[in-house]
């Protein structure tokens, strides 16, 4: 088992102008689960490929257990690594496919043995020992392929979108044996998928890469109640958080930040302790996620809004609300509808609540929904950095 360190590692593929990745700074810990999410081409399988000496690093080091290893190949790396596209040899029995990395490296057969047995009982394949690959179901198949890659006791395991050619029940299922086979063996193990949901229920932590840059990393409750940008509030988390550009005003009563010329106010509480005095009279990007919209509001409640309903969508056991707040949401990875959006040509994007099973919100209702306002992000308008000292 080993650690990982990522020092300022870039790649620049022959011929492009942009890095793939970009003075990518990261530093695994040995035993360590963590998972590299981000939308698609954003450098992911870059990074993890350079981690596996597939892809020559053209800057910075990358050291597993203490040696620099930029240049020496995956063979001597003591990696094991898992595609999306793995095969599995259709001839050879279940057991024949988990030892077959060994045998080609000469172990003897009692040693063999045992190790089979053990990496059998981890992954639950003993039943499934004699049977070909065509008699298996697909997620057995991807259990052996992880067999098979494990049963060398690799320092370090690493997986590029394993799940992707399961189906989505069978993904959900796979993520959580994933989980427990790795806690199982304790190796250090990256695994990367551009699937938000996935990333969060599997990683000790979770690295969100952007346009081969690293946004942030950290244990995934962090990345979802205090996402450090902009680009990693509207990424994770599903439905996506609200997110405006605003404005920040105090007078006598207290502070509040502007949502389609309503005013949603800030607990002077709050206002102090991230530091947004010196915010005022300035632009900066808020967001709110849809489940601390609450659809209970009275004229009186703190942070509430007058909003129009426009799709209730009853997925029984919660409520989406679909409504126009006078002002448009502020899309983060939909390149087609940015592109829209600053052509002019999208109509408002709606803001979303998720509401209990029993809310009685109707489209066409004039409606007035309440923020939770201790749960507001606040980012700086310019930097899309979160303001939080
Ligand atoms: N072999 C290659 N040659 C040139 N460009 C590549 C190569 N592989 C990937 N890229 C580019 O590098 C960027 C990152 O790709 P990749 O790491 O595959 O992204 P991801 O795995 O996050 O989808 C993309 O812009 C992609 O087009
Ligand atoms: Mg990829």
């Not at 179901?137 to 997986?159: E, H, K, T, Y």
């Not at 994770?236 to 207290?254: F, H």
């Not at 489940?291 to 009853?314: L, M, P, W, Y």
């Amino acid at each position: 088992m080993a650690s990982v360190e990522l020092k300022k590692v870039q790649k620049v593929y022959d011929g492009a102008v942009d890095p793939a990745v970009n003075d990518l700074d990261l530093e695994i810990e040995d035993g360590e689960f963590i998972v590299f999410v981000g939308p698609s081409g954003c450098g992911k399988s870059t990074a993890l490929r350079m981690i596996a000496g597939l892809e020559q690093i053209t800057g910075g080091e990358c050291v597993i257990g203490d040696r620099v290893v930029n240049d020496i190949p995956p063979k001597d790396r003591d990696i094991a690594m898992v595609f999306q596209n793995y095969a599995l040899y259709p001839h050879m029995t279940v057991a024949r496919n988990l030892d077959y990395p060994l045998r080609i490296a000469g172990v003897e057969k009692a040693e063999l043995d045992e190790r089979v047995t053990q990496i059998a009982r981890t992954l639950q394949l003993t039943e499934l020992l004699e049977r070909k690959p065509s008699q298996l179901s697909g997620g057995q198949r991807q259990r052996v392929a992880m067999g098979r890659a494990l049963i060398r006791r690799p320092a370090v395991f690493l997986m590029d979108e394993p799940l992707s050619n399961l189906d989505a029940k069978l993904r959900v299922s796979m993520r959580s044996e994933i989980a427990r086979i790795q806690e199982e063996l304790g190796v250090t193990t990256v695994y990367v998928t551009h699937d938000q949901v996935e990333a969060m229920t599997m990683g000790d932590r979770v690295m969100v890469l952007n346009a081969g840059k690293l946004q942030q990393v950290a244990p995934p409750e962090v990345l979802y109640n205090k996402p450090g940008n902009v680009f990693v509030a509207g990424f994770i988390g599903s439905p996506a958080m609200n997110l405006w550009q605003s404005k920040y005003s105090i007078d006598g009563d207290g502070g509040w930040v502007e949502l389609g010329g309503q005013q949603v106010s800030v607990p002077s509480a709050t206002a102090e302790r991230i530091g947004l005095g010196a915010y005022a009279g300035k632009d900066i990007t808020v967001g709110i996620r849809p489940d601390d919209v609450h659809d209970d509001a009275t004229d009186e409640s703190s942070g509430s809004v007058n909003v129009t309903v426009k799709v209730r969508e009853a997925l029984g056991s919660e409520v989406i609300c679909h409504f126009d707040a006078g002002v448009s949401r502020m899309i983060i990875d939909d390149p087609d509808l940015e592109e829209m959006m600053a052509e002019g040509m999208a109509p408002d994007i709606d803001f979303v609540g998720r509401f209990s099973p029993e809310s009685d919100v109707q489209p066409g209702e004039e409606r007035r929904v309440r923020f939770d306002v201790n749960k507001l992000h606040f980012f700086d308008a310019e930097s899309g950095l979160r303001i939080d000292t």
